[in-house]
């Protein structure tokens, strides 16, 4: 692939790629109920707002002509690791097109990548590099991180239990016995300031990144508890119940989707307890160019910027 171009574009420039985009990712089919259904990830009219709303995003395109084969997402945004905060780039949408999978555009993709860190001023104050990898049947992403790959710089800062739940089960839960909220030092990787949050903390990506259901040609209606450990005024399950009481009273098909730390492994076994298992996993991976002097204890990455 030596005739493959590569060039940065930002969301005031991104128009004449929209369509190709958008195409491209409606070719990635993700399965549903053990390949019962699937569904395709769709950003919109406009592509970029769900990126630019966490930040100032940057969009890498590879090129062949004016096909499109392949693009990942950087988005250079302000994370808290805790009391200190630190400039990061959330590495995000890497996807390729079929004929380019399994031809190394990947690992070339993240390399161009890594050079505009030094090529953009902008980008030069990053101390913190993360992504997010849901876990499919044959792993996530680093399964295709052979060799010399920069995927393989990046370290599990995390694994995340994704639910995703009718809000009157939560509105029902009995959150006497709950765990409280964590006191030790975390990562927290949302939500952005520019994810307005209602209510009790809950926000929807609707219109910005929708699921699109194969069977139905509609999007999953998902609505995301998206609040940091901060925000847990009287513990994890209080903030549950109430998001789960506010959503149920607005009705409709809505599922509540949320994720936690599995270290916080009270968290996790009080909801197992209550019936309620997760329904995926997702796993942060990381590069912290600060020099920390411990781990954080816990990692909070909303569902609604996975």
């Not at 009273?249 to 809505?254: D, I, N, R």
């Not at 599995?262 to 997760?278: C, K, Q, S, T």
């Amino acid at each position: 692939m030596s005739d493959v171009r590569f060039v940065v574009v930002r969301p005031d420039t991104l128009g004449p790629y929209v369509e190709r985009l958008r195409k491209l990712e409606r070719d990635i089919l993700y399965p549903l109920a053990d390949g019962a259904d699937h569904f395709f990830i769709d950003h919109g009219a406009g592509y970029h707002p769900f990126f630019s709303s966490m930040g100032e995003a940057y969009f890498l395109l590879a090129l062949r002509g004016d096909t499109l084969l392949g693009s990942v997402t950087g988005v250079l945004r302000p994370v808290g690791h805790g009391a200190r905060t630190v400039a990061a780039l959330y590495i995000c949408d890497l996807k390729l097109a079929k004929p380019a999978r399994g031809s190394g555009l990947s690992t070339r993709l993240l390399l161009q990548g890594l050079k505009h860190l030094f090529l953009i001023p902008p980008l030069r104050r990053i101390r913190f590099l993360y992504g997010a990898a849901m876990r499919g049947a044959r792993g996530d992403v680093m399964r295709i991180a052979r060799g010399w790959n920069p995927l393989r710089m990046g370290r599990p800062a995390s694994r995340l239990a994704l639910y995703f739940v009718p809000p009157s089960r939560l509105a029902a839960l009995e959150t006497g016995r709950a765990p409280p909220r964590p006191v030790s030092e975390g990562l927290r990787l949302g939500p952005s300031s520019g994810r307005r949050l209602e209510g009790a903390g809950w926000c929807s990506t609707a219109g910005a990144k929708d699921l699109q259901r194969l069977s139905t040609g509609r999007p999953w209606p998902l609505v995301h508890l998206a609040a940091p450990p901060g925000a847990w005024t009287h513990g994890w399950g209080e903030y549950l119940r109430a998001c789960g009481v506010e959503l149920a009273a607005l009705g409709g098909e809505t599922l509540a989707c949320f994720s936690i730390d599995e270290r916080l492994e009270d968290h996790v076994h009080w909801l197992r307890a209550a019936g309620i298992a997760p329904d995926s996993v997702c796993t942060v991976y990381s590069l912290d160019l600060s020099f920390p002097s411990r781990a954080p204890a816990w990692v909070h990455l909303p569902s609604s910027e996975i």
